[in-house]
């Protein structure tokens, strides 16, 4: 096992006994409470019941105040919502705002719904500009209005500008933690300036070059100002070829260019080249997962990020529409079999196995499908490499159909001893096998051609054409080479 591994295992032991600790101060509280309602004739009910949830509360708050925010956000989801609500409300203003930062789409929605204005204005007035962007959108207008106010006119630009840009844009993700030079000073100069300030903001690897028009010249990395003479000028250090983004490039983009450049910061300029802002690691991991997330739950139909514990209402309701659509797409499958009842009445062994032709190609299918959407993702597949990548998996889907439509076939053979029965399903597999390749590639790349998430409902597509067409397939072929 690799370091980093043992340290992932390490940190999610840590968190999930931090969950158990809690989750054992609430079943405590809540077990402990319905044994003093049990005895409220008791004079001294009032007092008891006081006593006893400020003991259990008082416990729940000292453990929160040691938990990182994103532990805290961990424990959140894993609670179910009375929970959920009764742990927030033992949290200091000072950690909800990074708490909301930290949590899933949906559970910090359930959160902001549920708070009432004042606490919520409180938590969010902790925050500052960079952070309440990623906020901005899920916070009521009146309430993001009322903090707003309490901004500097700096903070207040700042916010309107980042969330000019799309959710999608580096624009968006950027922050205004910049520490920039002139190429006229010296490293003397720069370190006496560094040394000078309180703090340096969170993941600064280097120092952006600017001139007076604030026009990026370069950027200075901190190893530069460490390893070389302080009285060195900082032209022959500032290196002029660094990765730089726009404000209106593409954030996918982005996250792919800090994978492969290994990038801790960047900086981002607006269209003139003048520098307007910074991009971190830390943004664009958050970035990448949330992204992530989102494609896993698109590829199984649901819309949107779905809370773990939302309201039995609200889950069904947003799992409707692929659940609709499936439906559909399962009548139009039924009537492909409808269509050959004659052939199932008289060769009875194909209601058996034709489950077999439907349920590999749509096996098959999901395999090539989440390798194209990954692809996508990446930006792997290029209009150069499509046609080699659909020859390719359609490649893949001819071998693995001869070498398991054989297999197929030869069990259908030992179980039922018909040789012709073998045959018909040796040539369903490898014929459906082949339009689940060729499908696994079409379906999502038409989605993003249309400009629509690859991953949305592949998986529900893709599915009804590899069992609609697998039953058609092997009952056609049974009609014509059986009957």
Not at 38 to 43: E, G, M
Not at 218 to 229: E, H, T, V
């Amino acid at each position: 096992m690799t370091d980093s591994a043992t340290l992932s295992r390490k940190f999610s032991s840590k968190v999930e006994d931090h969950l158990r600790q809690i989750a054992k101060l609430l079943e405590k509280h809540r077990l402990v409470e319905i044994m003093v309602n049990r005895d409220r004739a008791s004079p001294r009910h009032d007092l008891i019941e006081s006593l006893v949830h400020r003991q259990h509360l008082v416990e729940l708050q000292l453990k929160l105040r040691s938990l990182h925010p994103a532990d805290i956000a961990f424990i959140l989801e894993a609670l179910p919502l009375d929970d959920r609500l009764l742990v927030w409300r033992q949290m200091q203003d000072a950690q909800g705002g990074g708490v909301l930062l930290e949590v899933s789409d949906a559970v910090r929605d359930s959160l902001i719904e549920i708070l009432e204005r004042p606490a919520l204005v409180r938590v969010l007035g902790q925050l500052d500009a960079d952070d309440l962007t990623e906020l901005a959108e899920a916070v009521p207008e009146d309430v993001l209005t009322e903090v707003l106010q309490s901004l500097n006119a700096r903070d207040r630009d700042w916010l309107q500008t980042t969330m000019a840009h799309a959710e999608d844009q580096v624009g968006h993700l950027m922050s205004q933690d910049v520490l920039t030079v002139r190429e006229n000073q010296r490293v003397e100069q720069v370190l006496w300036l560094l040394r000078g300030r309180n703090d340096l903001p969170p993941n600064t690897d280097s120092l952006f070059v600017v001139d007076a028009r604030h026009l990026l010249k370069g950027i200075l990395p901190l190893r530069a100002l460490l390893l070389n003479d302080p009285q060195t000028p900082l032209v022959e250090l500032v290196l002029t070829d660094s990765v730089v983004f726009n404000a209106t490039d593409n954030a996918d983009d982005a996250a792919r260019a800090f994978e492969r450049y290994d990038l801790v910061s960047a900086p981002v300029v607006n269209e003139r080249g003048r520098l307007v802002g910074r991009l971190t690691v830390d943004e664009v991991m958050d970035y990448i997962r949330a992204e992530s997330e989102a494609d896993v739950l698109n590829m199984a139909g649901l819309r949107g990020d779905e809370d773990l514990f939302a309201p039995i209402w609200d889950s069904a309701r947003n799992r409707w529409l692929w659940l609709s659509i499936n439906l559909c797409t399962a009548f139009i499958a039924s009537r492909a079999i409808g269509l050959f009842e004659a052939t199932i009445t008289q060769i009875v062994a194909l209601a058996t196995l034709m489950p077999i032709v439907a349920g590999i190609g749509g096996n098959s299918g999901n395999q090539t499908t989440a390798l194209v959407v990954r692809g996508l993702a990446l930006g792997e597949i290029t209009p150069a490499n499509t046609w080699h990548l659909v020859f390719k998996e359609l490649g893949v889907g001819l071998l693995n159909g001869v070498a398991w439509g054989a297999t197929v076939g030869l069990f259908a053979y030992l179980l039922y001893w018909n040789l012709p029965l073998g045959g018909v399903m040796a040539a369903a597999m490898l014929l459906n096998l082949l339009l689940a390749a060729a499908m696994g590639v079409a379906i999502p790349l038409i989605l993003h051609h249309l400009g629509r998430d690859p991953a949305l409902g592949s998986s529900v597509l893709l599915t009804f054409i590899t069992d609609g067409m697998g039953f058609f397939i092997f009952l056609g072929l049974a009609t014509v080479f059986l009957l």
